[in-house]
């Protein structure tokens, strides 16, 4: 092949590659100048859904706030002591969610806006009184399209006033 044969056919791929390269998004830039054009808009998961824990006595709450258009699955929620090593939680209460067919779970419960859990530890207030380590695994969506993956975040706590 000669040098001009070359060129010609260096000219014609690049010719017909690019309108694919493009329309598959590979010179989407996102802010960072990484990533794709496909998580362009979306929030990070802590912060669509923002995570508090409250320790008050041996009763523990987990307040979510939830941004718009977002949601958490009601039946998601995983809450595990880590410290004290001999913790134990009993689930208090979970609100009640509106139902939905949910695209990626089918039939559910899903939780806007705000969601508060109650636990009581089963210790006594003293071993609590030191402070607790609690592992919480929840797991919602963006109605734009993008279903979270499990998200697990460590709070340590200590008990607040009575």
């Known amino acids: 092949m000669n040098l001009k044969h070359f060129f010609s056919l260096l000219a ?5 590659t690019l309108p694919l390269s493009a329309e598959a998004g590979f010179f989407d830039q996102k802010a960072d100048g990484f990533g794709s054009a496909s ?9 669509a859904f923002q995570l508090e824990g409250n320790l008050k006595g041996t009763k523990l709450t987990l307040t979510w706030r939830i941004e718009p258009k977002h949601y958490l699955y009601r039946s998601r929620f995983k809450v595990l002591p ?3 090593e001999s913790a134990d939680l009993t689930i208090l209460e979970i609100p009640r969610g509106e139902q939905v ?13 705000k969601a508060v859990l109650s636990y009581q530890f089963n210790m006594p207030a003293e071993a609590v009184r030191q402070g607790v ?3 919480v ?6 109605e ?3 279903c979270y993956p499990p998200h697990t975040q460590q709070l340590n706590l200590v008990q607040n006033a009575l």
């Open 12 to 16: 014609f791929l690049i010719v017909t």
């Open 39 to 47: 998580v362009d808009g979306f929030l990070p998961v802590e912060q």
């Open 82 to 84: 880590v410290l004290p």
């Open 101 to 113: 067919v949910d695209e990626f779970q089918g039939n559910v419960e899903i939780l806007r806006h």
């Open 133 to 135: 380590v609690i592992e």
């Open 137 to 142: 695994t929840f797991q919602g969506c963006a």
């Open 144 to 146: 734009a399209g993008l």
